[in-house]
C-alpha cells in the first residue's frame, strides 16, 4: 500500500485525533522529563540512548554479536531500571497520585521561595553582625550544574542554622560557595569563576570577585558577606550591589525571586539598583 493512499480515507476527526494524540504524548514525555530532572535519572536515559545508537549502527555494520548483545540489554534494561531507581519510581507514582506531575502547585513553591527568603535573610544578618564571610549563590534559569559539581553535595533543605554553620571559621565546608538549586542547598564549598573585569574596586577581595564572576556567565543572584566589614553584597548580571540593609537586602530577594510587583505608589517604590556599586 503506498504511503501516499494511507491518509485517503482519513475524514477531518481523523486527522485531529492524530494531531492531539501525538500532542498529548509529547506533553507526558515533557513532563516525566520534567520529574526526572535534577535526578540519577537523567545519566540513566544518556546511558540507554548510546545503548540505542550502539544497536543502531551495529545493525547497519552487520555486527550481529554486538547488536543482539544492545538487543538483550534493552530487553533486559527495564526490569534492571525499575530494581535500580525504585525510590525514583516510587516518588513519580506518589506525585501522580497527588495530581503533581501534570500541574505545578504555584503555591507551594511560592511558599517554598518565601521561606527560602526568611532563611536567607535571618542567616545573612546573623553574619554580618558578626563579620563572618559568606558566599551564596542562587541558580535561576541558568544552570549552574557545572560549579556545584566542583563542591561538596548536600540536597540540604535551607535553613538559616544549616547556611550560618555551614559558613563558621575553620569548618570542612566554609571556604567555598554555596549554590541553591530548586529551593535546596545543592551543595557547598563550590569554586565560582573569578571576574577578570580590571574595574573592581582593589578593597573587593575573591568572594566579591567571584561573586561577579558567575554573575557574568549565569543570571543567578550571589549574596557576598565581607568577612572584613560585615557589608552585605549582591551580584546580578555583572552588576555588583553593596553596602545593602537587611530590610533592602529581603526586598531584593522577593523583588527577583517572588516577581513582586513594585507599588504604584512612588514614595514606597523600592528599586536596589539605586545601590549600583561604580566597582
Known sequence: MPFSNYFANFTFLDYLSNVLDIVLVWFVVYKLLMVIRGTKAVQLLKGIFVIVMIRSVSGLLGLNTLSW????ALTWGFLAVIIIFQPEVRRALEQLGRGRIFSRNVMQEDEE?????????????????????????????TGMNDYIETGIPMHSYISSELLINIFIPNTPLHDGAVVIQKNQIAAAACYLPLSESPFISKELGTRHR?????????????????EETGAVSVTKNGDLYRELS???????????????????DSSNRWSWRGKKSDG
Open 246 to 264: 537587611s530590610e533592602e537586602f529581603k526586598k531584593l530577594l522577593e523583588h527577583e525571586l517572588l516577581k513582586v510587583a513594585e507599588s504604584d
Open 69 to 72: 548483545i544492545m538487543e538483550q
Open 210 to 226: 567571584a561573586a561577579l564572576g558567575v554573575s557574568e556567565v549565569t543570571d543567578s543572584i550571589t549574596i557576598v558577606v565581607s
Open 113 to 141: 521561595q518565601r521561606r527560602m527568603i526568611e532563611a536567607l535573610t535571618k542567616s545573612v544578618s546573623y553574619m554580618a553582625k558578626r563579620r563572618i564571610g559568606a558566599l551564596i549563590s542562587i541558580e535561576k534559569e
